[in-house]
């Protein structure tokens, strides 16, 4: 099962390493995993996509709470929060091809952000799902980079 787990931590040398330690050593895959600072400096935020058990699920989020330097862990569902993900993709765009690709962008909201002679590069931001879609609609075109963060989420109201 796919869980969303955010942990406020104080911005240290060797957290993420320890939490990602953690994880792998109770055999959980990390999907994705995103790192920021918070508008201090002094915190990070860490917002994991976790694949694993629930049960065992629980029991690591009372281990991450015990790490030095862990601050806050919180579990999302799907109805808690609000999850977003950044794709930028580097895309052939030859020039007979540059208005279907502009138009797959608009329906997306995706944004052109550099222009080449032969290719352009688009960021899009949206749930994963969004991002797959547009992946997926853009893919026979020639991708020919792709950086995508994977989630990162907050909680709703």
Known sequence: MRHIIS??????????????????????????LNVGPM??????RITATIIGDSGALDQAIKQLGKLINVIEVTEFTSAQAVERELVMVKVQ???NKRSEIVQICDIFRAKIIDVGNDSMNVEMTGNANKVTAFLNLIQPYGIEELARTGSVALKRG
Do not use: C, H, P, Q
């Open 7 to 32: 942990i406020l931590v104080e911005n240290k040398f060797g957290v993420l390493a320890r939490i990602a330690g953690m994880f792998s050593g109770r055999g959980f895959n990390i999907e994705t």
């Open 93 to 95: 765009a030859e020039a």
């Open 39 to 44: 508008m201090d400096g002094e915190r990070s």
